[in-house]
């Protein structure tokens, strides 16, 4: 009875350490739990942070492609000023070929001839063959004039031509500047873009590492967690099963006790009866009366 007593008092006992058990394993599933939904967090709260940093990547990014369209548009431009100037120069270096530069002296030069030549048939008193070669003189002196004279008119226009190219000239090369200045302003803009845009870029490298790390580590935390509560889904049917097993045998125990029970009232009552019935008896014989037995 004291074995079986000790038995009882031990199952107990061991009963009570499994609800322990599992009264903690719960706690610390929900510990880790709470845990992990922390990581959870932050984890979600970097990715939100790496979205809205990718927003303003893509701001900066059309940014600079609009300043490096920009640019390109000017840098088109300056190099066809440049173009235009470089061909007004191959021009001028022709037509400057064309130029003679004594033409002026040469012209007063064939006009003095004439004149000298003019004075010396009015002055002079030759025969007819000689006047008429003088003559013939003259005629060829005022057929160069006239030629000379032409070419050096013709040259005065080219010089005046040469004159607008060298302002033209001047004229593309300054709008190649202007053009040019432009074009250092779009691109250092668009460099200044681009290194905001380098800068969010690695800000989104380091946030998604760091996301990543959270992740892995919720991920972590979670199994461990998940396996805490498979532990006391465990522990939990170890208990009831227990409990089961307990009550099957309280159950079974208070039958018997019932059992014993209505047995020994039974037999308490068949006492009680069998008492009575000598009474009975006592009483009958002190009266004078026949005792039967029966039953």
Known sequence: MKEKESTKKEDLEQLKNAEKKY??????????????????????????????????????????????????????KRNQYQQQAKELIDAKRKKKGDVIKNLPL??????????????????????????????????????????????????????????????????????????????????????????????????????????????????EIREEAQNNHEKALEMRSKIVSVKKERMQQFQENREILRSQNLKARKELMDNDKLEKVAEQSVEALKGGKKITLSG
């Open 106 to 219: 040469r012209v007063e030069e064939i006009k003095a001839d004439i004149q000298m030549m003019e004075y010396e048939q009015e002055t002079s008193i030759m025969n007819t063959r000689k006047e008429n070669k003088l003559i013939d003189r003259i005629k060829l002196k005022r057929k160069e004039f006239s030629e000379v004279k032409k070419q050096m008119e013709k040259q005065q226009l080219i010089e005046v031509d040469l004159s607008d190219t060298d302002k033209g000239i001047t004229e593309l090369f300054q709008k190649a500047d202007k053009e040019h200045e432009k074009v250092q302003k779009y691109y250092n803009e668009s460099q200044q873009k681009h290194q905001e845009y380098k800068k969010l870029v690695y800000e989104i490298a380091t946030l998604i590492g760091e996301a990543n790390k959270k992740h892995k580590k919720y991920i």
């Open 23 to 76: 009264q903690s394993l719960i706690e610390k599933r929900n510990e880790l739990n709470q845990v992990a939904k922390q990581f959870r967090e932050e984890r979600d709260m970097l990715n939100d942070k790496g979205k809205e940093l990718k927003d303003d990547m893509e701001k900066f990014k059309k940014e600079r492609e609009k300043l490096v369209a920009k640019m390109k548009e000017h840098k088109e």
